[in-house]
């Protein structure tokens, strides 16, 4: 099972990120910054079974409605249930498709950044973290974090814009999740190496460049998280590949076996 993240950064006309997806082998793709005419878009470029963008069924006000939602593409022709986590303070920053078989939860989510969001990113956290430790389900996460601060090689020493990311991307987590690039590198010390000697604190991987020109800090916000019972065989962050199409973050890809 091939699982696909991406920030798509989709403002704007979405043909060059549409061709780098269908270039790509993946079953499922989770994208966010999807716009409804943006998604139209990738509903008549793109190959997939079946879909749904956060923005066509979240209940929330269209007044307090953010323009930027998240969307999944599925290509198995299994039936699923798509719905958005009501429980968050911003819930079309959320997509959630449920197989019908009512055992796997592939989600998508978009933490708010705290620089414009203030407390509401580290609601969005602690409702999260409740809602995945609630769910029975098997989980397959795709997510933008706007976090770690500092994404240190040692987990111990990663630093963090605000405490309670730590619930979610932290050491001692309460939920069932592990970070697949971790798990990825714990199976290849030869990788890991290499990444310590080129970038001894950090960031384990480039999928984002955040501040400005001039004060450009590299980061690994976007992140692939899955249930412990699944077998990570690869990561890999497309960063060069994903810029070139037009957008300022890496895709992810995560294979299971």
Not at 44 to 72: D, F, H, Q
Not at 180 to 202: A, H, V
Request: proline share 5%; with cysteine.
């Amino acid at each position: 099972m091939e699982i696909i993240f991406w920030n798509l950064n989709g403002l704007s006309s979405l043909k060059n990120q549409s061709r780098l997806l269908n270039y790509l082998d993946w079953d499922v793709a989770i994208l966010i910054e999807v716009t409804k005419e943006s998604y139209k878009e990738l509903c008549n470029e793109m190959n997939y079974e079946s879909s749904e963008l956060s923005l066509n069924i979240s209940n929330t006000p269209s007044e307090k409605k953010r323009g930027l939602g998240c969307a999944i593409f599925i290509r198995n022709t299994e039936e699923y249930k798509f719905s958005v986590i009501e429980e968050l303070p911003l819930p079309e920053r959320s997509i959630v498709a449920s197989n019908n078989k009512g055992n796997i939860d592939f989600v998508g989510i978009h933490m708010p950044p705290g620089v414009s969001w203030k407390e509401i990113k580290p609601e969005t956290y602690l409702k999260l973290e409740k809602w995945l430790v609630d769910n029975s389900k098997k989980v397959i996460l795709g997510i933008d974090a706007n976090s770690p601060k500092f994404d240190n090689p040692n987990l111990e020493k990663t630093e963090w814009h605000w405490d309670e990311e730590e619930v979610l991307l932290g050491k001692n987590v309460k939920h069932n999740l592990i970070d697949s690039y971790r798990s990825f590198l714990d199976k290849n010390p030869d990788i890991y190496e290499k990444i310590i000697e080129l970038r001894p604190n950090g960031p384990l991987e480039i999928s984002y460049m955040r501040g400005a020109a001039g004060r450009v800090v590299p980061c690994r916000y976007d992140f692939i998280l899955a249930d412990k019972s699944f077998d990570v065989e690869k990561v890999e962050y497309l960063y060069q590949e994903s810029v070139a199409s037009g957008s300022d973050h890496s895709l992810v890809r995560t294979t299971f076996l």
